[in-house]
Each structure stands twice: as structure tokens, then as C-alpha cells.
């Protein structure tokens, strides 16, 4: 391209603008908005653009004392001279394709130069405000963490307007929290006094654009003359509304509709949030694991929760850690803070199964369970006292801040059902509970892809006997527990079927370390040796031989249904016991698929699978078409991916669990990263939190080798991803590009790998 | 073959075999040397062979009522017959390529058959007794594990021998102890009197089976004829002396000595052992994790057995777990005795570079601080009474057992001498004190391959030096504390790199997590505290935050050379500084190499080279002809495997960790594996234990994958395996085949790296 053609008028004051290709391609930003506007005839102030290295190669010219290049750009600004023949006062704006707050404000009333070498000399006011705009780009560059690549920076534009008469007016093209189409006012102003005209304008911008668009006009006697405008990040729910509006009027078609809209927004619509936090300063910030915001009473023990729950307030259960004994009392609180742990610890994971904001692992925090207070920093909150928690972000607030509750409308509905016609991923969720997967259902979960049947001991009875059969050493009371429990289970097995009506539900086997469910604590301990008639002492003993150093890579998994053959067995009854239940009051058939946690080799499966199926066989349910069973593996061991030959030979289907699967391949305990994984992102030493987006070139590529061994050894496995990642936009395209059948998220991540995997082709 | 070709006679009673090709092949077991001896030409009774498939022939001819090939067996017994024409009585014997508990014994004394229908019919006293002889080949078949092939059973041969005249007398080819040639007793029994013709035999035999062998001979009239023979296993000393006697006359080439001696019995010389544990039990097994056995008093704590130690008592240090507090008092110790922990817990690591026999996770023992006693399953013991424990298989025996001291005579240097001829893999050694090292340099290692710098720290002034340097919030006391921490470590280095004169040493960087070193237990915290000045709340407060739940997977390696780049800056000033003062009183140069644990990404290694290379430059070193410096990384992490192209372009040299590679691959901590490892080994789930043998099919494909993509990116790029793994001759054989440049193990196993790898193509 010559450089004479790198200054060019994008809306000149008379005619047509006649841009070439290339120039069309130069245009970003405001450059793109004011030639759209002006071809399409809306009245339009002249403007002119000039790219930096024509800028450079004008200042190269002038040390030269050379003229040829500086015929062109007068040329180009007499572009801006309307029918009167006077030459107008200047305007000099930077036209970047992403706003950013070190690019130079507005340079208006420049006055036209006086002389040609005056168009081009940096001391005069209109080169001069040539320069500063150019050098603006050039310090914001630094800002992204990378510096621009040069022929980025070649390409840079910076535009030269005529100054328009009349009065400058600001609006967006759609209200920011509605949607709804027409002028309305610009966040913290009123809605100026705007002409009908103006409709015109909006329209047309909505359409080219597909934003919410902030514009700026000039108004002079009833007539608009438009300047300039840029992209607003609008809400979550207004640019949902927006979509839909826009499919509505026919500017859209659906799938555009589908393609348009931010997943990663969605997520913001299903929890209530802070309404703003200006003028409050969090007291501590930690790791926001499960999204939405919480305002409530201090509780420090779940029965306080629960008393507190019962009376109809909104509590904060603020503890140092949680286990299975809180599980009452985080389902009784509003929002859960926690002193200790991270994504994947049991606060996490149950607060997000649960839909309550969650925030974990705040350093700061100290409870004292004797004097009944907790300290965040320096200030002492005693019971009965207020906080409020963001689990989006992490922050934690001393006092109540108003909340907004989740308001999406139709338009989240409508968005969605039209993303499932282009998407052929399922997508199932992770629940166990009736309750949850009613809340998954409404969100449009098409079977449950993780039952983590552990959750099913959590209740103060069941885990006594649990309890009594792990550590009885009388083989009646054993057994009569081990027959409690498949009762237990059997009811809420049945019922799980049921709600899900046909689609499939995957039950994993147990797969936390045995000492998890074992009692904590002077009284439990005492409890439980009465109840099992065992000597403190002895049970004492036992309890600290279970114990374990690292629980994440000890006595869990597959490797519980080895060594207790009685607790698989248990499973098993319930399970197929549930399954007959079901098919006896449902029209559809029952799709149970049974899954080993933790494998490393093939020989583990076979174990479990061997008598598996000889307890299907025995249950007569075999040939049953009323229940239709499939067993599989989770995959989330990095042996397990590169053996995953061996071992789809003897599976339906593979199940990668992303959170297990990062931990092994980094080397990385999810509840103790908290300590250096801040200092891990402030030093950049991440791309990426592998935790919440698939770290592709490691764990990726486990996955990858996995699939491609797992489908030559058995072409018709199924193949399912049910970790964290499951949940990420990012990660659920990788995922898509590798071909698996079906992701699971928790509920209320479901709309949000809805609609990614629309936009994604698998 | 044809069938008859399956009934031939080895040792005819008169002229020679003329054995087919084929024939020859089928020699197994005793009818190999039978064959042998006699056509050297001495004096051999009669004996034929036949293979099952024959026999099997044979008995179906017989149910047709046909004789085709029962002629020609009756001719091949004919040949038993000596040349006085009168059938002699009848020996039967099995032929077994491996001798084993099931099969049939010799029956002798079976008359001759009196007709050829006779010979093959099962009811009578010849047919019967070969018939017995294959049955019992099937019943033992099992015994192994796996069905034998069908064409190893057809192949099997069952021999008929003349009955010999005389007085039988067995005796070994050479001493079982001292591996001296010459007719010696079989164990239990007096050596019998034999004539010297006997020497012939022995000098015979011990020539064409090159092993330790069991003669059975019958001595008439100071005239021997050669029964039957079968090699035996000698003591590990036995063997070698003879490998290295053999050379000696001749028989064997000093490459054959070398190729035939077993590596893993080596290990076996290098500790002492219990003399016979006959007419003991165990009261209790754990895992044997550092080998040897040793007897002494119990001992309670690190002072009891310092105590006893400086009374010149031995004692074996009884404990629950042992903690860097622990070492003086295990080094004081004979023995340790733990009831947690595995193979790579702190009580393994420590006993096996100490060389002190180590027993750990015995599940049954239990020990009482207060009382000053343990339970070991239903005994219990108090301090100063007499514990035996053997290491090499972790028994643990009530009372003294008599011990051998190693014995290796010249003979075992006399071998791995010869094998450095043929050995292309460097055999460095896991040490990081003088002692160590002087221990590994006499048993030939070629330089430390791994000096885990954290064990620097274990003394007490250090402890405490280390501790204010990571609690304190005081700058000066911070930097005085680093100051006194360098000082320190800079005797050790430049004592270690003297000790290595001009030998590679490698020092890994600071590893375990942080809280490993801090103060535990009442007593320590408050003096802790009062040392550093700070309240004990606020420091308890400190440590448990610093406490992690899965420490294997938490806050170590490269994520604290990155978080507390204060401890990398202290522990390369002492290297750089340990160097220059070793260079300066040593004629070699001093070859050093810094190495980064448990990383996995590039970036990471990036930030700490970047560090490393800045401390390099400003110490001076950097242009030094005398003190030559390399970096290179751990590779001990799936993600690292991965990524090694990223990784290798950022050094001189790899590492391998089998530990924590094999940990994370199979997601097992070795520490808690003992609860459901015996369950796993006792249902056949692994077919080796991986923390022994390399894994070959998972984490040693991880391997591979990373030295190709390593090599591919670097192609000067050292490539080094330093995990427990690298003293094991199957995994050396293997990480031979990978083109590893030197592998790394404890002193103790360095002669079994160095014969393993002479016998091993690389």
C-alpha cells in the first residue's frame, strides 16, 4: 500500500468516502463506527485518518525538507472543509480497537493550520495533538503485560474531525441494565433532551454493532449530527435481553443470537450479587470458590446455623474448616467463609453443590470456638454480628451490602433453547441430592453425569452406620449395618432415578479416604466407642492407624473397594435395589451407569468389574428392559490416561475428572496452593488457573492420549469430563475439540456449557 | 520329530548318545548334566529320556491295541542294559528345568518289565512310576502363577535310569560359604567319603553349569558312577568367590564372570544379616525399607539412644514416626523401628543413606511416651529390652539373634572391577555428608548424583538459624540469620566437593515444605518463640497456616525457591562460596551442578535460572577454569515429563525423581500405601511394587516421552535418574535402554548399579 494511501477521509464533509480494501481493513475502533454511520447517510461530522506510519513517514519528510507525502495529507484534510469554504476548528481523537485509560482524551477546538508545513510541524497545535495521540498508544501498550507488535503499531490510527456546532450530547443505544432499545442515559447522567431523529441513529448503530454502544453527539436546533461512539460492557441481563430484542426485530438470526452472547456472563445471572461495593473496602480477600454474594449473621457451629436458619434469618457459618459433620449447617447458612482450604476442598465442592456462596481459604482469618468470635485482620466479629461475603470474587465485608437477586426474564430461556439446536455435546450435571437435580433440570441438564455416593452417608444416622461398618469387629453388627445403609441408600437412589426420568445417572463408587467419615474430637470419639461398644483406647488406636499424611493420594478410591470389598457390595444392592424401584413407577426405562474412582491399572478395573457383574447377574436385572445398566471408569490419574488401552477394554465409558487429574500431573494439593499460588500469579509464573481452565499442554494432552487409546482399544466407549473445568467456557471448548460425548458441570454452571458448546464445532 | 525321536537314550550303557539336534534341545534339568558327564566320559549309569508328548503317544497306541512305537521305547530301554545282558532294576526321575517342591521324588528300586506290553502298561511298577513323574510336572504347574504353555508340557521329559550298584552319596561341587572348589557337605549333613576320581567330576560339573552344584553319585569299590546333579544357591559370598575362582583356572572369561553373577544378591553382602532366623517368629512384619538386620536395646528417644550409644551399646530406635529431630538419635541407633511411614517416609530416606537397617509401618505397634513402653501386637517392651530387626524383609523379633557381619573378601572388588570395563551409564551416588561420600567412593561411585541440601539444616543451631530466618518479621534478624546459615553450609560444601576431588556433585535445592522444619510440640514452640521473640500465639498462629493437609503435594520444591527467593539466595551463595574455597586447596576443578526440584512448568524453571545466573555472575565463578557450574531441573512430575522440550531448552541436564514421579503417576502416597499395598499384593492388583521396580508400562513411558522430547530440544542435554529406583538391577536394565547418561542410588547399592549396568547393552 502507498503511503498516500494511509491518510484517508472516513466521512468526508461532501461525497462518498471510496475506501479501498486495505483501508477498510485499517479501520478499528471509533474509525469503524463513523465510517459505518456516514456511508449509511446519518449525518455525520467530517473526519479524516491517518495511520502512524504515515504520521512517521510525514515526520521523516519534514526533516528532509521534502514535500511530496504533505500534499497528500493537505489533500486529505481539505476533505473536511464543508460548502462554505471555511476550514473548520479541529478535533483530534485516538480511534484504538480496545478502550483503555491511558489513550489521550478528546483534543478539540484545534484551530485549522495556517499553511501546509504548518499541517505537519509538532510545535503547532494540530500536529501537535497528531503526536500526543500516537504517543498515547505507545505508553497504554505497556499496560497489557505485553508490549504491541510492531506491525500492530504500524497499523494504529488517529483521526482529525471537524469541530460540529451545536451541543455535545452523550447516550447509550440501549438502557445497560434492560436492554431495551432507544437513548438512554450514560451510568451516573441524566438521559439528555434528544430529537426524534436520534432513533434512526440508534437503530442503525445497534445493528452494526450488536453492542450496547455509548454515542456522542452534537444537537443543534432539533438537527443531530453524530461524532463519534464505542462498545459498553452492559449487564449480564441486559445484553441478554438485548440479544433476544435484536433476533426479534430480525437483525439477528438465532444462531447469531447464540453465538453473540458471553457464557462466561451467564454464570453472573443464577446468584444474587453485590448491587455495588463502591464506598465499602473489603476486610479480607480470599479465594471466592463458589460464585454469588451473602449477607447474614456470624454462626460459628452449624447447629448455631441451623437455630438460626429455623428463625428465618440469614446467617455467615464462618469456620476454620469444614467436613461432613458441617454438612447440615452449610445447607442451613446463607454463605460459608473458612480460614483453611481452596477450589476442591470439601467447603467448595459442597458449597457449589449446594448453590451457596462460598468463600474459602482467607489467611487472615482465626476463629476462636472458646470465646465464640473469629479475627479477619484486625477486627474481632463475635456471634450475632453482620458480614457479607462475595463468592465471586473472594472479597469478604464487615456489615450488610445490598444485594441483587438473580432476574433473567424469558430472554435466558429463549437463548438457551436455541443454542441446544447447534450443540453436540450433552451436558449433564453433578448432583446427588433430589433437590439439586430438580434446580439442574430447570437449567436444562440432560442426566447426571457425577453422583458422588459418598454424600449420601452425610446424615448423622447414616453415618453411624457407616461408621459401625467400617470399624465393628462383630461380623453380626456388621452386617445388620451394612443392611441399614442399603436401605438408606436404596430410598435415595429410587428417588434419584425417578427425578431424572430416564436420562442417565452415573453413581460413582466411594471414593474419600475411609478416615474422612471416621469421628473427630474428644466426644465424637467417645460417642462412637460407646455406640460400637469399643474401648476409647482401642477405637483411638484404630482412628490413628487410619489416619493419613497425604489423604488425597492415600487409602480412597478404587482402593477402598478392594481392600472393603463390603462397602462396594453395599453400594451395589442400593443401587440396583433403587433401580428396580424406579422402573416400577416410571414409563421409561432406567439408565443406571455405575463408575470406579482413582484407577491406575486395568488389573483395579477388572477387580471391581468381575464382581460387579456378578452382582448384576445375581440381581436379575440382566435382561431386564426396564433398567439399563453400563459400568465405567473415572480417569484422573495420570496412569490411568496413559493406560487407558488396557482399561477401556473393560469399560462402557470413561470419565476424566479434571480436578484429581491436575492435582497428580502438577503435583499441586488444591487446598494447599493458596500459600504459594499467589505469589505464583503475581510473578506470571501461570497462564492459567489450572484449576478452573483445562491446563491444555499438560493435562490436555494425558486427555488426548487417553481418548485416542481408550477409542482404538473400544470403538464404541463413551466419553464423559466431569471436573471442575467441565463448568469453564475456555476449558468446555478444548473438551468440544477433543470429541467427548457428554460434559458435567454443577447446576448452575449447566446454561453456561449449554450455550459454549452451541457456539463451539465438536 | 517324529515320536520316536521323543524316547532316546542320554547316557546308553554302552557307546555313545548321538543326540540329535533336536534331541539336545530337549535336555532339561538333571538330563542335561547326566548328558553331559558322560560324554566327557566319565563313568555314568545308563539312563534314557522320553518327553510327555511320547509317553502320551504311547499310551494312546496302547488303547489301540497297536505297538508301532512301543517298539522303539523298547529298544531305547534295551540300551540300560550293560554288557553282562541282564536288565537291571529301575530308577525313575523327573527332569525339571527348575526345581520346585512338587515334583515327584526319585523312585527306585522298580523291577524291570517282564514283557514290552509291560513297559507302557500303567499298572504295572515302571509305566506306573512315569506316569506318576508327569503328574506330578502338571500339579506343580500351578504352583507358579500362570498355567505352563502347552508346548512347554509337551516338552517335558521324565528320565529312566539302570539302577546303580553301590553306596549313593550326595555333596556339593563347592563350598556353599566360601565358593571353594572341591567336594563340600550338602547343608546338615557330613561330607561322605569319596575317592579322587571324585575331582574329575566336581572340576567337571562346576566347568559346564558354572553354578554351585548338587551331585548324587554311587561310590563302589572306590569306583564312582554320576547319578544325577542339580544346581543349588549358594551364599552370596559363595557364588562370588567361585565366579572370581573360575576366572581364575580359566573356565570363565572375566566378561563371564561378570555377565553371571546376580546383582541383586550383592546388596545382600553389604549388611549384616541374621545368621538364621530358624526357631524364631517374627512378632511382627512391616516394610522393610532400609535393608540389613540388626539387635540392641530399645530405645525410646533420639537422647536414650545417644545415651546408649556413647555407653558402646547397641540399640534399636523404636518410635511412631521420625521428623528431622529425629537424626542424631538414628544415628546414634542400630537399628529403627517405626510404626508409619513406607519406603520414602523420613525414617526410610535417612536410615537407608545412614546405612542402618530400617523397619517401618508395622501396623501393630504401638508406643507410649509416658510409660516409656510399646505394644508389639499383644508384647509389650519397655526401654532396655532386646529388639531384633531385619531390615531386608522387615520381621521384627523379640530378644537377640545372632547376626553375620559382611564378608566380602577381595572377591567382590575383584568383580566390579572387571565390570567397569563394559559399563557405559555413570553410577553416581545419593549422599550430601562427608562420611556418606567417603562410604560411596570405596564401593567406586562416580560422583553424587543427588545432595539433598535440606539435610544441612538438620542440626540444632542450624534448626534454629533456619527457623528465625522463615519466622522472623525482624529484616536484621532475618539477614543475620541468613548470614550465620551460609557460613554453615559453606564448610559442608566445600568439604563435600574436596571429599569428590573433581567429581561431579549435584545439590538439589531446598525441597520439603517449610513446616517440616518448624518447631512441634509444646516444649519447642514456647522456645522457639521466646528465641525469636515473638509471642507463642502469634506462632502458633504462624505454623498452623503453614500446616498443609496434603504436605507431598503443597508448598516444596521450586514453589519455595520462588516464594522465599530469600532461601534460594543463601543456599547458592554457599555453593558458590563452598566452591571457590574447595578449588583453592584441590588440583582438580571443582564440578558443580545446581539442580531445581519438583517443577512443572518451564516458566518456573526460567525464574529460578534467571536468579541463579544473576548470584553466578556477580560471584565471580563464572569464567573460573577451576570450578565449572551446571543447572539443570528434577524431573519428577507428569507435567514435567510433558513439557521437558519447554523445560530442556532452560538446561544442561535432567534428573529423574522415581519417587515423586511414581507418586504422582499412580496418585499414591508412599507413606499411607502400607493400609492397602498388602491387600493389593495379596489380590495380584500390581505386578511388581513400583516404588521397587520401575513401572515400566506408565511412569516409565513418562520417562521415555520426556528424554526424547528433552534430547529433541537439547541435544547436550545429560540425562540422570536418582529416585529409589535407580538401585534396583530390573529398573537399571530398563533405564539403561532409555540412553540415560548415569543413574544415582544410595551408597549401598552402588556395586549393584555398577554390576547391573556392565551386564546391560545400553
Known sequence: MSLAQEMFAIAPATGKANLSATQLKLLAGKSRWIYRVGEAGFPTVPTVAITRTAWEALQAERVRKDNKLRVHWVACLVRLVGPSGKPPALVVRTSASVHNGGLMPAKTAIPAPTSEADSVDPTRPLARAIKNAFDSYGVSGGHWGRPRSDEERARQIVLVQAEADGEAERFLTRNAQTGVLGPAAVNGSALPKLPESIDALVKLLDAKAGRHMECLVAVKRGQVEF????????????????????????????????????????????????????????????????????????????????????RGKHCILVVTETGPADIEGMKAATGILTARGGMTSHAGVIARITGK????????????????????????????????????????????????????????????????????????????????????????????????????????????????????????????????????QTGDYSALFSTMAGLPVNVRLFDPPLHEFLPRGEEEIDDTAASLGLAVRALRLRLERLAEINPMLGHRGVRLAITYPEILQMQMQAVFAGARAASETQAEPVLVEVMVPFVSTATEVAFVRERVDAMLANSGLLHSDRVKFSFGTMIELPRACLRAGDIAQMVDFFSFGTNDLTQTTFGISRDDAPTFLAAYQRKGIYDNDPFVSVDEKGVGELIAIAIERGRAANPNLKIGICGENAGDPVSLRFFAGLGVDYVSCSPYRVPVARLTLAQTRG
Not at 267 to 282: D, F, I, Q, R, V
Not at 414 to 425: F, I, N, P, Q
Not at 427 to 445: D, I, M, P, Y
Open 227 to 310: 461524532l463519534s461512539a464505542r462498545p459498553i460492557r452492559a449487564s449480564a441481563a441486559g445484553e441478554l435481553e438485548a440479544a433476544v430484542d435484536r433476533v426479534k426485530s430480525k437483525v439477528w438470526t438465532k444462531q447469531t443470537a447464540v453465538s453473540r452472547v458471553d457464557p462466561g456472563r451467564l454464570a453472573l445471572l443464577l446468584h444474587p450479587s453485590l448491587k455495588s461495593s463502591e464506598g465499602s473496602t473489603p476486610i479480607a480477600t480470599g479465594l471466592g470458590v463458589a460464585p454469588g454474594a451473602a449477607s447474614g449473621l456470624v454462626a460459628f457451629t452449624p447447629e448455631d446455623a441451623a437455630r438460626l436458619r429455623a
Open 357 to 488: 456462596p462460598c468463600v474459602a481459604g482467607v489467611r487472615t482469618l482465626t476463629v476462636d470456638l472458646v470465646e465464640m468470635s473469629c479475627r479477619i485482620g484486625d477486627r474481632e466479629f463475635h456471634a450475632g454480628d453482620r458480614l457479607t461475603i462475595d463468592g465471586s470474587d473472594g472479597c469478604v465485608y464487615a456489615g450488610t451490602l445490598a444485594l441483587a437477586q438473580p432476574h433473567i426474564g424469558g430472554a435466558m430461556g429463549k437463548v438457551l433453547g436455541w443454542s441446544d439446536a447447534s450443540r453436540k455435546v450433552s451436558v449433564r450435571t453433578n448432583v446427588e441430592t433430589v433437590e439439586s437435580a430438580k434446580t439442574a433440570l430447570s437449567f436444562g441438564a440432560e442426566g447426571i453425569g457425577l453422583a458422588r455416593s459418598e454424600h449420601m452417608f452425610f446424615s448423622p444416622e447414616r453415618m453411624l452406620a457407616l461408621r459401625r461398618m467400617i470399624l465393628s469387629e462383630d461380623e453380626d453388627d456388621r452386617s445388620r449395618a451394612i443392611a441399614g445403609l442399603v436401605d438408606f
